[in-house]
């Protein structure tokens, strides 16, 4: 799955001190407000104390000059690939599975997009109640946050078992709604709202979840009403297991991924998740569905994608992460071995490998 590094987990772990037990929100800081100082672009608006506001602008300096080195590494070299590469139109959506929190990636391939629906195993939880934090709460919460930008200023990707870990009811984290927003604030984007979502019985669509606002369970999906150049973007992110034994007992689940797989989809450091047996099932959809699949070697497995679609080769794969089983993907590798038309790839996607990073791109063919 899409992820950061070690210390996500402290990073995220720290946002559930804003949302305990219920509190109170501030009524004086708005969604926006709250993503401005997370993403480190604003330095009042959500605390009152002199010492606060010294901190708030300490970490400001800080995260704002992590995110200039990842655009700089990472995301600008990434969005002139994607403009030269991919095909883009205006409004439309893009559908990304295994993608915990990470809407930079997506919005940097795909930025003309209208929707991009996230789907991953983390709560999405509560907007954070920075103005409820007291000042050595704060001050730990920028300390650690500060520290996941550093992780995703270096990497640009999550790790699974950091959130699995951290996240969830009766866990210490409630959730990963402030990193969407802070990522959000970070791309240039005025976050308009945050409201709980869930699939409706008849897997057709999202529909607010008609739940208590404050509790946690009502909040396991959300939906960030963002704005940016005076155009609305939605970002949906769906809690949903992609397995098996879950899709086969929640046919509403199953026919709304059927319906979102229909329009674009990426995916990227997916453990190879989409290559087990136990994963069948949102693999023929996508196999079935997706008019374009945009990946690294961690999505569908080569050989499937031949059968369907045409696929263009970039950067360098030889085997997958030492992690996974020798073997994976061997048709890939072999692909990347023989194919003279193999693109190159600029910038750093996916896992830490010995032959670098690689992405395929895969056009279904006309029947």
Not at 330 to 343: G, I, P, S, T
């Amino acid at each position: 799955m899409a992820r950061f590094e070690t210390k996500l987990g402290s990073f995220l772990s720290l946002a559930a001190l804003l949302v305990a037990s219920g509190a109170a929100r501030a009524e004086s800081a708005s969604p926006d407000a709250v993503a401005r100082v997370l993403a480190g672009l604003e330095t009042t608006g959500v605390a009152d104390e002199p010492g606060e506001e010294k901190r708030i602008a300490e970490f400001a300096k800080s995260a704002s000059s992590k995110w200039a080195r990842y655009i700089k590494a990472i995301g600008a070299p990434m969005t002139k690939w994607a403009a030269s590469e991919l095909p883009h139109a205006a409004g439309e959506t893009i559908f990304y599975p295994f993608a915990g929190p990470d809407l930079p990636t997506a919005v940097q391939l795909f930025p003309e997009a209208g929707r991009y629906v996230l789907v991953a195993l983390q709560t999405g939880g509560r907007v954070p109640a920075l103005g409820e934090m007291k000042p050595d709460e704060l001050d730990d919460y920028l300390d650690m946050f500060e520290r996941g930008w550093v992780d995703f200023a270096r990497r640009g990707f999550f790790r699974t078992d950091d959130l699995k870990a951290d996240t969830g009811k009766g866990k210490t984290l409630e959730g990963i709604t402030p990193v969407l927003m802070a990522f959000a604030a970070a791309g240039g984007f005025e976050v308009k709202e945050v409201e709980p979502i869930r699939i409706n019985a008849e897997g057709s669509d999202v529909e607010r979840h008609p739940g208590p606002a404050d509790a946690i369970a009502t909040w396991d999906s959300v939906r960030l009403t963002l704005e940016r150049d005076g155009r609305k973007v939605l970002v949906d992110y769906v809690w949903v297991d992609l397995s098996d034994d879950y899709l086969k007992k929640n046919p509403a689940a199953r026919t709304w991924l059927a319906g979102v797989s229909a329009h674009k989809v990426f995916t990227k450091a997916a453990s190879h998740l989409l290559q087990k047996s136990f994963f069948s099932t949102f693999r023929e959809i996508l196999l079935e569905s997706a008019p374009l699949v945009v990946q690294d070697e961690t999505g569908l497995d080569y050989k499937d994608l031949g059968k369907h679609f045409d696929v263009t080769l970039y950067g360098r794969f030889q085997r997958a992460h030492k992690l996974w089983t020798e073997g994976v993907q061997r048709e890939l590798a072999d692909a990347y071995r023989k194919r003279k038309d193999v693109k190159p790839l600029g910038f750093k996607f996916g896992y830490e490998k010995d032959a670098g990073s690689c992405v395929q791109v895969a056009v279904r063919r006309a029947k």
